[in-house]
C-alpha cells in the first residue's frame, strides 16, 4: 500500500512568516494530490489539492507543488496567521484504487 | 444539506460493553470513510464502502470491530466487546467519488474505561 510521510511533524514560525510542509510518498502511480486542515474538534477539511499533470497550484496565500519524478509534493503558505494554526495532513491518491489515505500530519503553530 | 452527520458526538462506556457509532453521508456520495484518530497512530482509514459495499477492511484492527452499511444513507461502525485501548476520536467521512474532495463529519470521541 501507499507509505506517505510528512516533515516536519511540528512547525513552528512567527505571524508573517512562510510555512513549507512536505510530503513523500511511495507509490509512483499516485495521480491526486490533495491536502487538508484539521483545526481544534473538527473534522479534517479539503484547502487544496494538484492533480498530476500540473506542476504547481496557487489559492491566495496557500500554493501546492509537486515533483512527480522526486515522488513528494509540497504545501506552501505565505504571511502566517494565527488562524493557520491547526494540523495539516497530506493524502495522495492512486485513483484507480480509490483509497484516501493521510499521511502523519503537520502541527502548524504561528504565534502572534 | 446539513454535512456529514455522526452520533453521538461523545461516548463514554466500560471496558465490555458493545459500542455502536453512527454515520449519516451527503446525500448522492457514492463513497463512505470511517477513520480512527489517536495521538499515536495518526488518522487511520478503517474500512471504506462504495455504493453501500465494503471495499477493503485492511485497517480494521481486529476482529472486535465491524461495519456495516445497510442503505445509502447510514453506516454503523461496532466495537464488541469494547477495550480502553479502543480510545480515539472516529471519523466518518464521505464524497460523490474518491476524485474529489471528501467531506468529514465532526467525529466520535470515544473513552473506554
Known amino acids: 500500500g501507499e507509505n506517505v510521510e510528512q516533515h516536519p511533524s511540528t512547525l513552528s514560525v512567527q505571524e508573517g512568516d512562510s510555512a513549507v510542509i512536505k510530503c513523500t510518498y511511495s507509490?509512483?502511480?499516485?495521480?491526486?494530490f490533495p491536502w487538508y486542515k484539521q483545526e481544534l474538534g473538527k473534522g479534517p477539511q479539503l484547502i487544496i489539492d494538484i492533480r498530476s499533470n500540473v506542476g504547481e497550484k496557487k489559492d491566495q496565500r496557500i500554493a501546492v507543488t509537486l515533483n512527480k519524478t522526486a515522488k513528494h509534493f509540497s504545501l506552501h503558505i505565505t504571511e502566517t496567521q494565527p488562524e493557520d494554526s491547526a494540523v495539516y495532513f497530506c493524502a495522495p491518491m492512486n485513483t484507480g484504487f480509490q483509497k484516501l489515505v493521510f499521511g502523519t500530519g503537520t502541527r502548524l503553530l504561528v504565534s502572534p | 444539506d446539513a454535512g456529514v452527520i455522526q452520533s453521538p458526538r461523545h461516548e463514554v462506556t466500560e471496558m465490555g460493553q458493545e459500542v455502536t457509532l453512527r454515520c449519516k453521508p451527503i446525500s448522492g456520495h457514492d463513497y463512505l470513510f470511517w477513520y480512527r484518530q489517536t495521538m499515536m497512530r495518526g488518522l487511520e482509514l478503517l474500512i471504506y464502502?462504495?455504493?453501500?459495499?465494503?471495499?477493503?477492511d485492511s485497517g480494521m484492527p481486529e476482529d472486535r470491530f465491524s461495519a456495516k452499511m445497510p442503505n445509502a444513507s447510514f453506516s454503523t461502525l461496532k466495537i464488541q466487546p469494547s477495550e480502553p485501548r479502543d480510545s480515539a476520536v472516529y471519523f466518518c467521512a464521505s464524497t460523490p467519488n474518491a476524485r474529489v474532495e471528501a467531506f468529514f463529519g465532526q467525529g466520535t470521541r470515544l473513552t473506554v474505561v
Open positions: 507509490d509512483s502511480a499516485s495521480n491526486y
Open positions: 464502502f462504495n455504493n453501500n459495499v465494503p471495499i477493503d
